[in-house]
Antibody
Framework: EVQLVESGGGLVQPGGSLRLSCAASGFTFSTYFMSWVRQAPGKGLEWVANIKQDGSDKYYVDSVKGRFTISRDNAKNSLSLEMNSLRAEDTAAYYC??????????????????WGQGTMVTVSS | AIQMTQSPSSLSASVGDRVTITCRASQGIRNDLGWYQQKPGKAPKLLIYAASSLQSGVPSRFSGSGSGTDFTLTISSLQPEDFATYYCLQDYSYPWTFGQGTKVEIK
């Protein structure tokens, strides 16, 4: 079964750090772009970061640049998100997601086709 | 960053109704748009990719259209299991951005 399972969420004080992990199974992890997406309580979805298959390229939303680092270990089928200098506005459920790339109408498309169940991060004193 | 504006933010509809949700991009994104459904406490689920292609396993009552800046998700005959929140997402350029969501509620 294709599966993503996040872990590492919890309560952290403002300015603190936390490392989220996502364990992938049921597919060849090393061949997929991977992402983190978050959702603040009662709010909409926000894309956070992407990482290329070999980890050579990383992309971030502006609000986390310089504070969050996405990484992966293809040998362990694992995705991570290192979060530093956490703020109250980082409070959210964090989802890891697989990026599927396909071709439709002669043009490449990218979608989140597999999602984890999410892990909650609460930043509060 | 490309802004994605969804409308309406919420709607009330009855089973069997035709429902239309729109998403407007602040600049042209070709057809680099997907639609996702999210139910409370659950991860989102992909419905439509490349603006108008139906994801495998998704009922045919869902359809998408549009290109450039204006996109539409249509549910032809609303079913009880369709009451949820719907999001568009552009992957044309970084940062990828979601619309703010449309909550479809029971009338």
């Amino acid at each position: 079964e294709v599966q993503l399972v996040e872990s590492g969420g919890g309560l952290v004080q403002p300015g603190g750090s936390l490392r989220l992990s996502c364990a992938a199974s049921g597919f060849t992890f090393s061949t997929y772009f991977m992402s983190w997406v978050r959702q603040a309580p009662g709010k909409g979805l926000e894309w956070v970061a992407n990482i290329k298959q070999d980890g050579s390229d990383k992309y971030y939303v502006d609000s986390v640049k310089g504070r969050f680092t996405i990484s992966r270990d293809n040998a362990k089928n694992s995705l991570s998100l290192e979060m530093n200098s956490l703020r109250a506005e980082d409070t959210a459920a964090y989802y890891c997601a697989r990026v599927f790339k396909g071709v439709a109408g002669g043009r490449e498309y990218r979608v989140f086709d597999i999602w984890g169940q999410g892990t909650m991060v609460t930043v509060s004193s | 960053a490309i802004q994605m504006t969804q409308s309406p933010s919420s709607l009330s509809a009855s089973v069997g109704d035709r429902v239309t949700i729109t998403c407007r991009a602040s600049q042209g994104i070709r057809n680099d748009l997907g639609w996702y459904q999210q139910k409370p406490g659950k991860a989102p689920k992909l419905l439509i990719y490349a603006a108008s292609s139906l994801q495998s396993g998704v009922p045919s009552r869902f359809s998408g259209s549009g290109s450039g800046t204006d996109f539409t998700l249509t549910i032809s005959s609303l079913q009880p299991e369709d009451f949820a929140t719907y999001y568009c997402l552009q992957d044309y350029s970084y940062p990828w951005t979601f619309g703010q969501g449309t909550k479809v509620e029971i009338k």
